[in-house]
T-cell receptor, first 114, second 110 residues
């Protein structure tokens, strides 16, 4: 199906474990983003990517790693999960050629770190 | 840095009009978005303002004043399904960086 998907939708893990959240889009959008959403903070940018093999830090990158070997995929890895990383994670994409740079969001992954 | 302020919660009556305000302080302003987010769902795009003035789209309108660092989202003929959070977001910088406010949770009551 066309669009932007995330997996898993729900994940429970333990402190210290490595976790990878997947994001896949079928529009061939250049830009992809990872946000986390927490009560009282709204959506905060973790990492973004302007194209394959080009990534950069956002507002809250510590404890996270990203890669983008293919345009359509943008996985987010928590190298050693901490309780403070319990959150809802949203992946988004946008097409840089558009004047109106609307971002399209995936359905989210709800991550709980015990 | 970026600073975006919007009310935390609002309540309005079905069929009425509600205005959700957003003020921002930012460098390199390129435009302002409004997104709607229903509980447990992803944000979805409502509007984008880059020039001063009012943009109307059906029951929803969005206004921008760049000199005042101010925007509002106007929802007319409120319906129960409009109960959601409304996120103000500012586009700045050269890489499509969007900074989101904390959102306004709107409750529509009968």
């Amino acid at each position: 199906d066309a669009g932007i998907t995330q997996s898993p939708r729900y994940k429970i893990t333990e402190t210290g474990r490595q976790v990878t959240l997947m994001c896949h889009q079928t529009w061939s959008h250049s830009y992809m983003f990872w946000y986390r959403q927490d009560l009282g903070h709204g959506l905060r940018l973790i990492y973004y990517s302007a194209a394959a093999d080009i990534t950069d830090k956002g507002e809250v990158p510590d404890g996270y790693v990203v890669s983008r070997s293919k345009t359509e995929n943008f996985p987010l890895t928590l190298e050693s999960a901490t309780r403070s990383q319990t959150s809802v994670y949203f992946c988004a994409s946008s097409e840089s050629k558009q004047v109106q740079v609307e971002q399209f969001f995936g359905p989210g992954t709800r991550l709980t770190v015990l | 840095g970026q600073n975006i302020d919007q009310p935390t919660e609002m309540t309005a009556t079905e069929g009425a009009i509600v205005q959700i305000n957003c003020t921002y302080q930012t460098s390199g302003f390129n435009g302002l978005f409004w997104y709607q987010q229903h509980a447990g769902e992803a944000p979805t795009f409502l509007s984008y303002n880059v020039l001063d003035g009012l943009e109307e789209k059906g029951r929803f309108s969005s206004f921008l004043s760049r000199s005042k660092g101010y925007s509002y989202l106007l929802l007319k003929e409120l319906q129960m399904k409009d109960s959601a959070s409304y996120l103000c977001a500012v586009l700045s910088g050269g890489y499509q960086k969007v900074t989101f406010g904390t959102g306004t949770k709107l409750q529509v009551i009968p």
